[in-house]
T-cell receptor, first 113, second 112 residues
Framework: GENVGLHLPTLSVQEGDNSIINCAYSNSASDYFIWYKQESGKGPQFIIDIRSNMDKRQGQRVTVLLNKTVKHLSLQIAATQPGDSAVYFCAETLIQGAQKLVFGQGTRLTINP | DAGVTQSPTHLIKTRGQHVTLRCSPI?????VSWYQQVLGQGPQFIFQYYEKEERGRGNFPDRFSARQFPNYSSELNVNALLLGDSALYLC???????????FGEGSWLTVV
């Protein structure tokens, strides 16, 4: 199918710890991947993206890793803060063609004080 | 700069009615996409428009239609509403292929 799956539906971490959210994608032809954060009642917020010609990309407190061999994507959040609590989605698409993002179910990240 | 804006934010409709949802992309963005997000799931692709032409369509019935205007704003129309159409409808925009895709806050549709 065209599902982007997530290994864990929920993740609970201590404030200040690092968080790792995993994602398995199914379409080996996908060449553009995006992580979104969605807070309750809001639309998805862009976090970071990566193209298939890269295997790692860093942003502010976030790092995305791409392993095309096993079709796996991960989002690392450093020094997790209470404001990081949200549902995180990874999405895959093809750069050429319709900008059709395929999302998974999402992982709910909860930060414990 | 304003992000992707959608209206209305919330609405309630009765089964069988019609609904029109509106979206204004980020200034300069020519690509607009629509997604449906049912509670507890990830967004599902409905349509993509680029330069006022439909460039992609998801697995949704013909009751769903959309269009893009010369100013790149867009409308999503849903006819003969069903209870199952209750969802968050998201609009996304980008400069074009290979560029970052940004979402609006969505329109919450409840069908009763």
């Amino acid at each position: 199918g065209e599902n982007v799956g997530l290994h864990l539906p929920t993740l609970s971490v201590q404030e200040g710890d690092n968080s790792i959210i995993n994602c398995a994608y199914s379409n080996s032809a996908s060449d553009y991947f995006i992580w979104y954060k969605q807070e309750s009642g809001k639309g998805p917020q862009f976090i970071i993206d990566i193209r298939s010609n890269m295997d790692k990309r860093q942003g502010q407190r976030v790092t995305v890793l791409l392993n095309k061999t096993v079709k796996h994507l991960s989002l690392q959040i450093a020094a997790t803060q209470p404001g990081d609590s949200a549902v995180y989605f990874c999405a895959e698409t093809l750069i050429q063609g319709a900008q059709k993002l395929v999302f998974g179910q999402g992982t709910r990240l909860t930060i414990n004080p | 700069d304003a992000g992707v804006t959608q209206s209305p934010t919330h609405l309630i409709k009765t089964r069988g009615q019609h609904v029109t949802l509106r979206c204004s992309p980020i200034s300069g963005h020519k690509s607009v996409s629509w997604y449906q997000q049912v509670l507890g799931q990830g967004p599902q692709f409905i349509f993509q428009y680029y330069e006022k032409e439909e460039r992609g369509r998801g697995n949704f019935p013909d009751r769903f239609s959309a269009r893009q205007f010369p100013n790149y704003s867009s409308e999503l129309n849903v006819n003969a509403l069903l209870l199952g159409d209750s969802a968050l409808y998201l609009c996304a925009s980008s400069l074009g292929y290979g560029n970052t895709i940004y979402f609006g806050e969505g329109s919450w549709l409840t069908v009763v």
